[in-house]
């Protein structure tokens, strides 16, 4: 009985650590939740722009999300309201 061993993973290149680093990905954004007020860190796909409507993960209620980025440095800025 041949068992095939599942494809390993090994030896990834790692990327050599530079100073950047400790870059925040720009499309996770830490929201607070204008009904209970958690700090939820929602993802923003990276092609999305201007408004949608979003639960809340902690109280499922209908947030409006703005995103925008910043022109110059295409930091993501996102505004959270109430639907
Ligand atoms: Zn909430």
């Not at 061993?5 to 090994?10: E, F, Q």
């Not at 929602?42 to 109280?59: I, K, M, Q, R």
């Amino acid at each position: 009985m041949n068992v095939a061993h599942p494809a390993k993973n090994d030896h990834r290149p790692v990327t050599p650590c530079n100073d950047t680093c400790v870059e925040r990905r720009s499309d996770l954004a830490s929201v607070t939740c204008p009904y209970c007020f958690e700090v939820v860190d929602l993802y923003v796909d990276p092609e999305t722009e201007g408004s949608f409507v979003e639960d809340c993960a902690v109280c499922c209620r209908p947030w409006t999300v703005t995103v925008s980025r910043d022109e110059q440095t295409g930091e993501l800025i996102v505004d959270v309201g109430r639907a």
